[in-house]
């Protein structure tokens, strides 16, 4: 998940389609088994008095008639996105929402994608993109056989493709695996047809454009010498974790939808997911400060190596 952005022009190419049952690619697990986390606390209780209780408990129905553990979540932008939701279901009030939603799984899944916005692009903030094309991915394919990425709430794709992407321009794509996570089937869904809008292609360094993508008047594809190179699978990051050994896990702007509680929880599991000295990518308003886990530029932290 990634910070709102519904106005911005940068992200004009991003749509929130409805879904359809895809197949999910499944793997074997790195490490461990997966776990489950721990137990979840509900928001302050002073920000649910903040709002009046049948909104909260309609954000927390629609969630969870989604399969999302909803008591991980400040629940204050969550409420502050019901209109929109009413708008996506085209719903005239919250009841209304509530059985249009509750009777046809397609609508259920847009108006969950109105709650939990989920934008996102290629190659978003270049800084970051710079750090990791120069240092942090030459170094993991000079130190790791075989380095293991995980997209935690993935949205579309666009990141781990681009990250992807990296790795092939510096010889390693055959030897990393690549896997994207989110909680939302629509969003598992375009990632795995992997279709995305002409206009994404201008966000694209040249040569990697040239290199990696397919184009024609309305849609632009990945090559699939990258789109065969990703795994994609439905999973709520608060409920299981992927277990250990990851070597660069990108999770940005997720934490600053949770509660304070839970967001640390989240820092804890993607530290312990981290191999030694494994990088974690993170948004602009966040910082996890977890021990053994300490700033390595802008927006990217790393694991201590023992």
């Known amino acids: 998940m990634d910070e709102p952005a ?20 499944l793997s ?9 986390c721990s137990q979840l606390s509900p ?28 008591e991980g979540y400040r629940i204050t932008p969550l409420v502050r996105r019901i209109p929109a939701c009413l708008r996506a279901l085209r719903a005239r009030d919250m009841d209304s929402a509530d059985r249009i939603a509750a009777n046809d799984p397609n609508r259920l899944q847009i108006g969950v994608n109105a709650l939990l916005i989920g934008t996102t692009s290629f190659f978003r903030d270049t800084t970051v993109f710079h ?33 992807a992407m990296l790795f092939a321009k510096h010889g390693g794509l055959d030897r990393t695996r690549f896997l994207g996570t989110d909680c939302r089937p629509s969003a598992i869904g375009r990632a795995i047809e992997g279709s995305y809008p002409v206009e994404a292609a201008d966000l694209f360094p040249a040569d990697l ?22 795994e994609w699978k439905l999973a709520d990051l608060l409920a299981e974790t992927e277990g250990t050994g990851w070597n660069l896990i990108l999770c940005r702007n997720l934490a600053i939808y949770l509660s304070p509680h839970q967001a640390r929880q989240l820092w804890l599991q993607l530290h312990a997911s981290l191999a030694p000295g494994g990088y974690l990518v993170v948004g602009k308003a966040e910082k996890p400060e977890i021990d053994g886990l300490h700033r390595a ?9 023992s």
């Open 209 to 230: 454009r040239e290199r990696f993508l397919r184009r024609d008047d309305k849609h632009c594809r990945l090559q699939p010498v990258i789109s065969t190179r990703l």
């Open 6 to 25: 519904d106005d911005h022009p940068r992200f004009r190419h991003i749509r929130f389609a409805g879904t359809r049952a895809v197949p999910v690619a």
């Open 131 to 163: 750090e990791l094309d120069q240092r942090i991915v030459p170094e993991l394919l000079t130190r790791c056989a075989k380095p293991q990425v995980w997209s935690a709430a993935c949205s579309d794709g666009s990141e781990l493709s681009s990250v």
């Open 43 to 70: 928001p302050p209780a002073e920000e649910i008095e903040d709002y009046p209780m049948e909104q909260v408990a309609f954000v927390r129905r629609i969630l969870r008639m989604a399969g999302i553990r909803a």
């Open 28 to 36: 074997g697990e790195i490490g461990n088994t997966p776990a489950k």
């Open 297 to 305: 530029s802008s927006c990217i932290y790393r694991k201590d190596a």
